[in-house]
Nanobody, 116 residues
Framework: QVQLVESGGGLVQAGGSLRLSCAAS????????MGWYRQAPGKQRELVAD???????KYADSVKDRFTISRANAENTVYLQMNNLKPEDTAVYYC??????????WGQGTQVTVSS
């Protein structure tokens, strides 16, 4: 059974930083596409960043140069380092795993709140 457990969310002032973690079990993160998504109140869930099995990364334009996705294969964990946070980054952040066959699973989400 696939489990993705996020942690690291919280309340931070604008300009601050947070690091989100996604600990995976039941899959090997380095063999799949691992992504971070977010959903703000009243808005659709959107892709923030993802990392392929080959290590290629992709970012939403709104977070480029501020956020960095990475993975630690030995820990089977994916991270999202978020710097220079803005109030518009406030959302619930979700970890996702997918492969060529489609979606594998979602985490339960972690709240990130950025105060101005």
């Amino acid at each position: 059974q696939v489990q993705l457990v996020e942690s690291g969310g919280g309340l931070v002032q604008a300009g601050g930083s947070l690091r989100l973690s996604c600990a995976a079990s039941g899959i090997i993160v380095s063999l799949n596409v691992m992504g971070w998504y977010r959903q703000a109140p009243g808005k659709q869930r959107e892709l923030v960043a993802d990392i392929s099995s080959g290590g290629s990364t992709k970012y939403a334009d709104s977070v480029k140069d501020r956020f960095t996705i990475s993975r630690a294969n030995a820990e089977n964990t994916v991270y999202l380092q978020m710097n220079n946070l803005k109030p518009e980054d406030t959302a619930v952040y979700y970890c996702n795993a997918r492969n060529r066959g489609g979606n594998i699973g979602w985490g339960q989400g972690t709240q990130v709140t950025v105060s101005s």
